[in-house]
């Protein structure tokens, strides 16, 4: 791999030279690209090899953010791409996707590592965690020009050439940026990404896929709330009520069953969603699916064993009490741990970590502070109740 120039800029530099580009490309995007982008002037044989360095009949049009496309077709379908964006630290790539969606997409990704050397490599994207995301593999017919990934002021260049048989009409595009540098080519979560669909032959980009990408970014996230506030918040919740509060007679009752109710309704609108964005991505993760069905059968059965509840009279209520309670906490457990596989799945980041783990860690300590008071007043119960047995006999006796 060669190392690639880096030219530097005084941070205020930096600084507007950023602000400026990103605001004339999101007007570009915004105005649909008519007017000719001033970047597309840039003189790339400075820092760029050939044959991306010189590109005949070169098109040039922005696609998202500060992502700008420049690229030249041959007659015999070979495409010659440079593609830039904005850069401070991390990795920014492009993909191509037969479907649209990421997995099995192959998508070429360039960085500066530690040490300031470029790096730029294809990688076959096989599922959503790093380890599933292979580098120095791929299906992009990449030809006998090496990739290359130049830093020129704030910007990054990607370039690379593709050889294929046929004209790329409504090509499905991703674009995905991380903030945080490839370890040992393992390449880290996204930041950000989107998904449209590119028409090389006339240079027009259809915003279909963008909204498509935009769904399903709201979908996931309507899946996860539901989640979390279900198995996460109210059925935890529903869960304390009916084990601290039975000294409130049937308060507790109707609170429990109440909490419960609207933590199961939850849940179910997280399974319905979960399957619409199953239907969308086709992703391949079974763990979480598998706990997930685990969790919603077992939920079922709560909800079955509240209908066919034997009386309190009944020799098998004690039964009935063992089962419901057991089972309620497997339920939770196993609903927490796949809480955490979506976050991590989904990549949403550290503000969804940190605010599942409040919640988790407040819930932990109101449970351990009602144990204690309920341990503590059971202690102050059999101490009466011996004072009183004690008492009875005395009198007894005096008698």
């Not at 991306?52 to 953010?65: A, D, E, Q, R, V």
Request: charged letters at 15%; a positive charge; one cysteine or more.
């Amino acid at each position: 791999m060669e190392e690639c120039p880096k030219f530097l800029l005084s941070k205020s530099s930096f600084l507007l030279f950023s602000v400026l580009v990103t605001f004339m490309n999101a007007a570009l995007v915004a105005r649909g690209a008519d007017i000719e982008n001033p970047l597309c002037n840039t003189d790339l044989t400075s820092f760029l090899p050939f044959p991306y360095g010189t590109l005949p009949n070169m098109i040039c049009k922005p696609l998202w953010n500060s992502y700008l496309l420049r690229y030249s077709l041959s007659k015999n379908n070979e495409i010659t791409i440079v593609l830039s964006t904005i850069y401070t630290t991390g990795w920014v790539g492009i993909g191509f996707s037969k479907t649209g969606k990421m997995i099995n997409s192959s998508c070429i990704v360039g960085w500066m590592n530690l040490e300031g050397q470029g790096r730029i490599k294809q990688y076959h994207i096989k599922g959503f965690t790093p380890s599933e995301i292979k580098p120095d593999q791929g299906e992009l017919p990449l030809t006998n020009s090496p990739p290359f990934v130049a830093v020129n002021g704030a910007t990054i260049y990607l370039a690379f050439q593709l050889q294929f048989n046929k004209t790329l009409n409504n090509q499905p595009i991703l674009l995905a940026f991380s903030t945080k540098t490839p370890h040992h080519h393992r390449l880290t979560v996204h930041d950000d990404k989107t998904t449209l669909n590119f028409d090389f032959s006339s240079g027009k980009t259809d915003n279909s896929r963008t909204d498509y990408s935009s769904n399903i970014s709201k979908d996931r996230r309507t899946h996860g709330i539901l989640a979390l506030l279900g198995w996460g918040l109210f059925l935890p919740i529903g869960a304390i009520l009916a084990r601290y509060l039975k000294h409130k007679d049937s308060l507790w009752y109707y609170l429990h069953v109440a909490f419960q109710f609207i933590g199961f309704l939850l849940g179910i609108g997280a399974v319905v969603v979960g399957i619409s964005l199953n239907n969308k991505m086709h992703a391949s993760i079974p763990a979480h699916k598998g706990i997930g069905i685990f969790v919603l059968v077992i939920t079922v059965l709560q909800v079955l064993a509240f209908i066919t509840r034997p009386s309190k009279d009944s020799k098998y209520r004690r039964y009935w009490n063992w089962y419901h309670n057991w089972v309620g906490r497997i339920c939770l457990f196993f609903g927490a741990v796949n809480i955490v596989m979506g976050i991590q799945i989904a990549g949403e980041g550290q503000p969804w970590k940190i605010g599942y783990g409040f919640l988790v860690g407040s819930i932990l300590v109101i449970v351990i502070v009602l144990e204690t008071l309920l341990r503590i007043r059971k202690v102050e119960e059999r101490e009466k109740l011996a004072a009183f047995s004690i008492h009875s006999v005395e009198q007894q006796i005096s008698l």
